[in-house]
């Protein structure tokens, strides 16, 4: 129920005062971005101006954004790369940040097939905690009573390692959950879970996901919203579910935990919940053992009023499948962020995942923007980056940033296109990530990846004299988990032989040993990746495509075969040209790397 407070906002009555507080908060930052903006860089500045690093450009001390342009160049990971790895090596003089680094977090993007390591300090958890704190004020507006249930949040730990010089270097996530910000949070009525804390932290991934699962149907009737952080993610609980199903019930019939459960203080925290409910289990029986499974999130979960989960960029393609399991639930995406930088959120939760456009707090960080270049403009200058009170609705954007950590113009690879404005604040869609071509969960394959996971594989074919004359790709979420598909054309040199189904599946499995950590690290430690195919086309199967992109207005001179699709009639045309379909027969070798 809506308060009366002096402190009432322009977005729409708050729930309670300390809503009222976080909305106050969100009008302040979005009036006059660009003072904040100039009052965040001059902070920065402030710190940061005798690292290292920056003494190299010769700023004189000076914190003003004319100077900071036109001294500091915009930079890559790879520019960045050598005064990280002195880091991660054990240097602790201030090579980035006048603050020490407390730890480095993960990126899903990779440099030379590892996960790029993102400089972090302590204090940046209380910019990421503040941005978590606007998010509930936020969706109280759209949705009431939310105090008067549990989240059923599917959250997972994954693998961490340290650095030569004793650094932690995990993903972001992985990072708060075991952190005592969240060990140790204080109750809030708007954000309970179904899952215990050690069921969070339990390392195993199945033991994790089950127990999860098992408090979820164990408290179905207090759950009134489901989520993960990525769509793939809550599509493999589902998953998950289908397949262990019968073991859930039992548990919960007998009101005995599952012996696969080994970790000593989940079974604890789990076994204090659980008690024999023969009817709960004979119902869980029914929604499960048939093949009908639209609406089960609703079925099951009656109370559900959304679900939660990252549904934009290439998490788009989950949507379907979400809203076939969902029955029609508004798929809500709250915040936009990174292992670089916690960015902004979603001032309207309830809009089409298609429609969704996120808010930058300017308080987060210093963010400018390159304007992408269109074919006309490519033999122009380049372009001059825009501050974020800059830019402009309808056009599209690199976002570059410079962090309190001592990232300093750094691209960050999301494209983004303006949307509109709340106040004086920009609200962004999020287009797509540069230069990536597939991705099914957290991975992210280029062209160049898949390019050289192709030509490795390749090489097994060659005692049988034959070669891959054209490829291309797409990332197939129709199974779960989803999994990556390549057409192939072969061509043989003479009758000496044609591969065998064998060999075909060995070149998948090459191909897998070929990507980078993050792929492999899905398909072995996270079960979030599926084994890659490759579907073998009939001769002449690209020249049909290259017909049918021609008779759709193409020009044969500039014609490139696209190196992955995703239109409906180029599906269906190379769909109807397969020959025989190759799977990989084992999973990839993966363990933690080990950092230099």
């Known amino acids: 129920m809506a308060v009366n407070s002096g402190l009432s906002s322009p977005l729409g009555p708050p729930a309670c005062e300390k809503d009222a507080k976080a909305l106050q908060f969100i009008e302040e930052m979005t009036k006059d971005v660009d003072a904040v903006q100039e009052k965040v860089l001059g902070e920065i500045l402030s710190r940061n101006g005798q690292t290292e690093y920056l003494r190299r450009f010769n700023l004189g001390g000076a914190t003003d954004r004319d100077t900071f342009k036109s001294h500091v160049p915009v930079v890559s990971y790879g520019d960045l790369q050598p005064y990280i790895q002195r880091i991660a090596n054990g240097d602790r003089s201030p090579i980035l940040s006048s603050h020490p680094i407390s730890e480095f ?64 270097a995990r993903p972001v996530l992985t ?90 203080s989940l079974r604890k925290s789990v076994s204090s919940i659980l008690k024999p409910n023969p009817e709960l289990a004979e119902f869980v029986a029914e929604e499960c053992e048939g093949e009908n499974w639209a609406g089960i999130i609703t079925r099951l979960w009656p109370n559900t009023k959304y ?30 962020a990174s292992s670089e930088c916690y960015f902004g959120l979603n001032l309207n939760p309830m809009a089409k995942p298609s429609e969704v456009s996120y808010t930058i707090m300017p308080n987060m960080g210093y963010f400018e923007f390159l304007p992408l270049e269109t074919a006309a403009e490519r033999d122009s200058p380049p372009p001059r980056l825009v501050d974020l009170a800059g830019v402009e609705v309808d056009k599209e954007y690199e976002l570059v940033i410079t962090t309190y950590s001592g990232l300093c113009r750094y691209r960050v690879g999301d494209i983004l296109r303006v949307t509109g404005f709340y106040n004086s604040a920009p609200q962004f869609k999020f287009v797509r990530r540069k230069n990536v ?28 004299n034959t070669s891959v004359v054209e490829y291309t790709s ?43 950590s993050v792929y492999r690290q899905g398909r072995v430690a996270d079960n979030s990746i599926g084994p890659l195919e490759i579907r073998v086309v009939k001769n002449g199967t690209f020249e049909e495509l290259m017909d049918y992109a021609i008779s759709r207005g193409a020009s044969i001179n500039q ?21 025989s379909a190759h799977f990989s027969p084992a999973a990839p070798r993966w363990e933690p790397e080990r950092r230099r």
Not at 315 to 333: R, S
Not at 437 to 464: C, H, M, P, V
Not at 475 to 499: F, N, Q, R
Not at 571 to 577: A, G, I, N, P, W
């Open 307 to 336: 679900i939660d989960v990252i549904v934009t960029g290439a998490m788009a393609q989950y949507a379907p499948t979400l809203d076939y399991y969902g029955g029609g639930l508004p798929l809500c995406c709250t915040m936009y």
């Open 437 to 464: 071509l597939l991705s099914i969960d957290s991975d992210k394959t280029d062209e160049a990846e898949l390019q050289k996971a192709i030509e490795n594989a390749s090489l097994l074919l060659r005692e049988f």
């Open 105 to 168: 977090l993960t990126s899903s993007g990779t440099s030379a097939g590892e996960r790029k390591l993102m400089p972090t300090i302590q204090e940046e958890w209380d910019r990421r905690q503040l941005l978590y704190s606007l998010l509930m004020p936020v969706m109280n507006l759209y949705v009431p009573g939310l105090d008067k249930g549990k989240g059923l949040y599917f959250l997972f730990v994954k693998a961490e390692t340290k650095t030569p010089g004793g650094l932690l």
């Open 175 to 264: 990072s708060y959950y075991k952190s005592q910000i969240f060990k140790t949070r204080p109750y809030d009525p708007y954000n309970v879970y179904t899952s215990p804390d050690e069921a969070i932290l339990c390392p195993d991934s199945f033991q994790s996901m089950y127990t999860q699962m098992l408090c979820g149907l164990l408290m179905r009737h207090q759950v009134l919203r489901v989520g993960a952080v990525f769509a793939s993610g809550l599509l493999r609980a589902i998953r998950f579910l289908q397949l262990n199903w019968k073991l859930l019930a039992a548990d919960i019939s007998t009101g005995t935990l599952n012996p696969g459960i080994t970790d000593a």
């Open 559 to 579: 014609y490139k075969v696209p190196r992955c699709v995703s239109f409906a009639p180029i599906m269906e045309l190379l769909d109807s040209r397969v020959d």
């Open 474 to 516: 797409y990332a197939d979420t129709k199974t779960i988990p989803g999994h990556y598909v390549i057409y192939w054309e072969l061509m043989a040199k003479d009758d000496s032989g044609w591969p065998s189904r064998e060999v075909l599946d060995e070149c998948c499995r090459v191909m897998e040993e070929s990507m980078n």
